[in-house]
């Protein structure tokens, strides 16, 4: 099995340690930034300003996600937490939760987005496939740290797991010897999510004229949350409602996918709802991010001046310098002219002449 810590060292005595999973979830996170990014440009809007969301919504969304994980662990019936509390922002020993960063995540994005006056559903729209992109890409993180695996199996793509990483009900060597292969849920949920990307892309570009605002980022609530209620059923770590197959994260992800249904109906005019009468045909662009853009197309006007205008003085100036060099030219051909007069005294000697024939 793969190591799950890179590299360790002490300075000052205070370790330092960078692990596979701090990694690969930077990477996620950078890569739904930057699928952002050009989604956020496609629309129209500045992409950039995604940098500046992600400074405030990426670390309060791992908090979140680290206090849902939390959360959920109590909720399961373990005291882990609770006999050690200090142990809640140890976070590079792992656990997260995707839906406490959805939460979390989404509380800090609103009001960047209402303090920056930016379309929310424009926004939405672009980042809804990036989440599970990035989601995906952090996934091997799991794989490293022998988590999120599913009840044993006999498939030929079963993984193995080390005694130190198994869950209680699995710990029995008799019933589970080392031979025993478990599902790869992380494996599973990161083809899914793959899976959506792609399809979300597609329906983004096929009918990019059809979509409305909110349409996107609608049907990503509805097949990210079925996708997860799916996956729930391989996930025996996940504390059960009552005595039911049910569990908290299945309950959630499945209002999620009825929260996308309802939205994708109301926003086609498949189902009336009062506070969807008004919603936007249109991506309204932030005019104050449009200033950049306008000052651009003003001040291409004025390069395409400046540079007609060096285009005529180039033009005028091999004009000037040839006139330069005729000045001198033109001084000569005035000084020719009196040396015309000898030519012109020659007449009255011939009238000399005639004169003194006649008077011959």
């Known amino acids: 099995m793969i190591n799950p810590v890179i590299f360790s060292f002490n300075i000052f005595g205070l370790p330092i340690t960078l692990r596979w999973y701090g990694v690969l979830v930077m990477f996620g996170a950078i890569a739904a930034a930057w699928w952002t990014e050009r989604e956020l440009r496609r629309r129209g809007e500045n992409g950039e300003i995604v940098w500046d969301a992600m400074v405030w919504v990426l670390p309060i969304g791992i908090i979140g996600a680290r206090l849902w994980y939390v959360v959920n662990n109590i909720l399961g019936g373990s005291t882990y937490y609770l ?98 292969r478990f599902h790869p849920t992380f494996a599973y949920e990161m083809i899914l999510n793959i899976l959506i990307v792609l399809f979300l892309w597609w329906l983004s570009r096929r009918y990019e004229e059809e979509l409305k605002p909110g349409g996107l980022f609608s049907a990503w609530l509805l097949l990210a949350g079925l996708s997860r209620s799916f996956i729930e059923f391989f996930r025996p770590d996940q504390p059960r409602i009552g005595e039911t197959f049910v569990s908290y994260t299945m309950l959630v992800s ?102 003194t024939k006649r008077k011959k």
């Open 83 to 180: 006999d050690d509390p200090i142990k809640i922002i140890n976070i590079p020993e792992g656990g997260l939760h995707i839906f406490g960063g959805f939460l979390f995540g989404a509380i800090t994005l609103y009001f960047f987005l209402r303090k920056n006056n930016l379309d929310p559903w424009l926004f939405l729209d672009s980042i809804a496939p990036a989440i599970l992109l990035g989601q995906a890409l952090a996934r091997p993180a799991n794989f490293i740290n022998q988590e999120l695996y599913g009840p044993p199996t006999k498939l030929p793509w079963g993984i193995p797991i080390e005694m130190t990483h198994r869950l209680p009900q699995y710990a029995d060597l008799n019933l589970f010897p080392d031979s025993t």
């Open 254 to 355: 499945f209002i999620m996918a009825l929260v996308g249904l309802a939205l994708l109906l109301a926003r086609y005019g498949k189902l009336k709802l009062a506070w969807a009468e008004n919603w936007e045909e249109e991506y309204h662009v932030k005019p104050a991010e449009a200033k950049p853009a306008t000052s651009r197309a003003r001040s291409a006007p004025a390069q395409l001046a400046v540079s007609s205008a060096d285009e005529d003085a180039a033009e005028e100036e091999p004009a000037d310098t040839e006139a330069a060099p005729l000045k001198p030219k033109r001084k000569p051909a005035v000084k020719k002219a009196p040396a015309a007069k000898p030519a012109a005294k020659k007449a009255p000697a011939k009238k000399a002449d005639t004169t």
